[in-house]
């Protein structure tokens, strides 16, 4: 008989979160039937081994190297039986019921082809749950710090007052993302030409044009401590933050948006280097490591830049991941 849900984790190095998550799945998943594959991406702690100590009933897809969120999160979604796939991060903590509200809520609409969940940071405050898609505005004022002056704390999410009503839109965080599985059979997998960051966006965005619907709920609640695995790689996260932002424009966009978006990354970084550089030249202490840190951070951006056409030009042979 077909599971309800199929819930998929991608692991790296998180033991402890990975296995506090699946201690209070049950309690979640209410009378749901479910089946459980967690993708371990070549942790270098003792993940794998307390996974299969603990809970020998789960399936588990062991990788050799680090594939990124997208390409384990498909190995999972190729062998999920569920009516539902559920994306769930192993830094997540789903409170009771709240899964089998968010699959109730899917079934009343049987054109959500994807849900949210209401996202909650650990001390039980507000997080941001779903967002616009990415415009070369709102990215320029992002870039240059002016976005949430001009725009709202929260953006380019929505704030804590439009979050009360369950409501459609653009695209729902990956950290808790519910798909139907017919509308993944129109769309296909998760794009793995994104390692990190926006591969949720853009998969939400090929739901909608499929004809899909995308929704949000405030009636799952779910906790999420946030950025695990990449807090400690500045550097990496924003090489890794521009280049799916990047890829997201040529998709949906076109060359000349992601074009235009290369530029304002590459100015600003350039801007934010020169800044930085003197910091580090001027500061103690602190301050200066902190000064070095973000220097270092925009070096890397700058390069990412300089050396994007030749990567453009790549994708263009890539094969589709379908």
Not at 55 to 62: A, D, E, G, H, N
Not at 261 to 279: G, H
């Amino acid at each position: 008989m077909m599971p309800d849900v199929t819930v998929v984790f991608v692991n790296w190095n998180r033991r402890d979160l990975l296995l506090q998550c699946l201690r209070v799945l049950p309690a979640a998943l209410g009378d749901l039937s479910a089946e459980v594959i967690v993708v371990d991406n070549a942790s270098s702690d003792d993940s794998v081994e307390a996974l299969v100590g603990e809970f020998p009933s789960v399936q588990l897809i062991p990788n050799d190297k680090n594939l990124g969120f997208a390409a384990a999160n498909n190995q999972a979604l190729q062998v999920a039986s569920g009516r539902y796939a559920l994306l769930l991060n192993t830094d997540t903590l789903p409170k009771p019921d709240s899964l089998r509200r968010l699959v109730a809520f899917a079934d009343a609409h049987p054109r959500a082809g994807m849900v949210g969940a209401l996202l909650l940071n650990p001390d039980g405050s507000f997080q941001a749950s779903y967002a616009d898609f990415p415009s070369l505005h709102g990215e320029t004022l992002l870039l240059v710090g002016l976005a949430r002056r001009l725009l709202g704390p929260h953006f380019p999410n929505h704030g804590p007052h439009e979050s009360r009503e369950a409501c459609r839109c653009d695209w729902v965080q990956g950290a808790c993302l519910l798909a139907r599985r017919e509308a993944l059979n129109a769309i296909g997998l998760l794009d793995e030409g994104y390692f990190m960051y926006t591969e949720e966006t853009d998969w939400c965005a090929e739901c909608q044009k499929a004809g899909w619907e995308v929704w949000y709920t405030p009636d799952a609640h779910i906790v999420h401590y946030g950025g695990q695995s990449a807090a400690r790689q500045p550097a990496v996260k924003r090489r890794q933050l521009y280049s799916s932002k990047a890829r997201f424009f040529r998709k949906q966009r076109g060359a000349l948006a992601s074009a235009c978006f290369r530029v304002i990354v590459q100015v600003t970084s350039a801007l934010k280097l020169m800044y930085w550089t003197l910091i580090t030249g001027a500061g103690r202490g602190e301050r200066r490591a902190a000064a070095r840190m973000n220097m270092h951070a925009y070096m890397s951006v700058l390069g990412w830049s300089i050396t994007c056409a030749r990567i453009v030009q790549g994708e263009q042979n890539e094969r589709p991941y379908r």
